[in-house]
């Protein structure tokens, strides 16, 4: 069974650093890897998704890669703002499982000003 | 405007009731989701449709029931056997099996 892990489980920054937030997962065979934010109290918002076949996902700020060998996926921030406060989440979609996508834990991130 | 709503926000179930979530979406997207999520923990599946009149258990179907009658509606009923009700439910719809899942807002479910 598909395991997917986050590392660090919370995470504190000054504003203007670079971070990047990691994501493992136990099955290579994915279909895709996707990363969302989540506000307090608020639904998922998606940030990247990641094809199998793909290296990495670009959007402003962030960029995400994947390593689907190794079983990983980071998510870099660059340059930070409080306003990226929230908990990041990753999620894999299965070769052989279309509808159910598995979560990890997320990574709460914390910019101060 | 096109998304997903949930409703309500916050659900307070008394011991042994039945509570029903609402969930909507106008994205045209055939398939649907439930998912609950516990305090600091990922999401988990609880319910998914692919299609009108079609619906699949997810890792944590037991004490849940869902219908799906119309493609625009999945509600999700929280029967008394679900005896650890309290979480945020969240849904989501994706045009395909294979594609991008869109959340709602969700719903806080707390027991009195």
């Known amino acids: 069974k598909q395991e997917v892990t986050q590392i660090p489980a919370a995470l504190s920054v000054p504003e203007g650093e670079n971070l990047v937030l990691n994501c493992s997962f136990t099955?290579?065979?994915?279909?895709?890897l996707q990363w969302f934010r989540q506000d307090p109290g608020k639904g998922l918002t998606s940030l990247l998704l990641?094809?199998?076949?793909?290296r990495e996902q670009t959007s402003g700020r962030l960029n995400a890669s994947l390593d689907k060998s190794s079983g990983r996926s980071t998510l870099y921030i660059a340059a930070s703002q409080p306003g990226d406060s929230a908990t990041y989440l990753c999620?894999?979609?299965?070769?052989?499982?279309?509808?159910?996508?598995?979560f990890g834990g997320g990574t709460r991130l914390m910019v101060k000003p | 405007d096109g998304g997903i709503t949930q409703s309500p926000k916050y659900l307070f179930r008394k011991e042994g009731q039945n509570v029903t979530l609402s969930c909507e979406q106008n994205l045209n997207h055939d398939a649907m989701y439930w998912y609950r999520q516990d305090p600091g923990q990922g999401l988990r599946l609880i319910y998914y449709s692919q299609i009108v009149n079609d619906f699949q258990k997810g890792d944590i179907a037991e004490g849940y029931s869902v219908s799906r009658e119309k493609k625009e509606s999945f509600p999700l009923t929280v029967t008394s056997a679900q005896k650890n009700p309290t979480a945020f439910y969240l849904c989501?719809?994706?045009?395909?099996?294979?594609?991008?899942?869109?959340f709602g807002p969700g719903t806080r479910l707390l027991v009195l």
């Open positions: 999620a894999v979609l299965h070769n052989n499982a279309g509808n159910m996508l598995t």
């Open positions: 989501a719809s994706s045009s395909g099996t294979w594609e991008t899942q869109y």
């Open positions: 990641i094809q199998s076949s793909q």
């Open positions: 099955d290579s065979a994915i279909y895709n």
